[in-house]
């Protein structure tokens, strides 16, 4: 079955920190991935996407994530948090359907606390 | 472009009323999602279309739930009647299916309160 598991909950990091939240998916066939921001009172708004290629894929907000298809994990980092960056993560997946209908599977997300 | 919009964005109403929620996609997006997000359950998939057609309903949650897409630019979402436990964060969001990229592009919500 498809799924996706962040296996954090909630993570609190100090301003400044570097940041790694984890994403680990199940599906059957070539992974079309991404992360989504959640800010409060919010909707999802687009932090990258990995289709094809390079496995480190650069998005908005100075993210990052790196596509592991061995550990099929798609992991998001921040080398420098900003205390903007408290929000809700959610990773999500899909297939290149060609023209068939594009579902996403979300995961839980991750709730991300920023000390000052 | 001005991205999905969803009306309303708050919605207070008493048990047994019916509530209609309303989403125009992004112009050019022929996919249309529903979702449902609450504290407990976290973002559910309720429905979604192609090209105006359901293509699974599987994640409505009974049949008080009901949703439309009558043409390219608009979609309800119904709840008739309405349960304290429909109390939640409704989105829609669109994509470009078929092209390759299924990216999908959220509204701001729909809070609804049911009393």
């Known amino acids: 079955a498809q799924s996706v598991t962040q296996p954090d909950i909630h993570i609190t990091v100090s301003e400044g920190a570097s940041l790694e939240l984890r994403c680990n998916y199940s599906?059957?066939?070539?992974?079309?991935l991404f992360w989504y921001v959640q800010s409060p009172g919010q909707g999802l708004q687009l932090l990258l996407k990995?289709?094809?290629?390079?496995?480190l894929v650069q998005g908005i907000k100075g993210f990052e994530a790196e596509f592991k298809r061995s550990q099929s994990s798609f992991n998001l980092r921040k080398p420098s948090v900003h205390w903007s960056d408290a929000a809700e993560y959610f990773c999500?997946?899909?297939?290149?359907?060609?023209?068939?209908?594009?579902?996403?599977?979300f995961g839980k997300g991750t709730k991300l606390s920023v000390k000052p | 472009d001005a991205g999905v919009i969803q009306s309303p964005r708050h919605e207070v109403t008493e048990m047994g009323q019916e509530v209609t929620l309303r989403c125009k996609p992004i112009?050019?997006?022929?996919?249309l999602f529903w979702y449902r997000q609450t504290m407990m359950r976290g973002l559910e998939l309720l429905i979604y279309?192609?090209?105006?057609?359901?293509?699974?309903d599987s994640g409505m949650p009974e049949d008080r739930f009901s949703a439309k897409m009558p043409n390219a630019s608009f979609s309800t979402l119904k709840i008739q009647p309405s349960e304290p436990r429909d109390s939640a964060v409704y989105f829609c969001?669109?994509?470009?299916?078929?092209?390759?990229?299924?990216?999908?592009?959220f509204g701001p919500g729909t809070r609804l309160t049911v009393l």
């Open positions: 969001a669109s994509s470009r299916t078929g092209q390759g990229d299924n990216e999908q592009f």
């Open positions: 599906y059957g066939a070539t992974p079309y």
């Open positions: 990995y289709f094809s290629g390079d496995t």
């Open positions: 999500a997946v899909g297939g290149s359907y060609g023209g068939s209908q594009g579902n996403l599977i």
């Open positions: 112009s050019g997006h022929n996919s």
């Open positions: 279309f192609n090209n105006n057609v359901p293509i699974d």
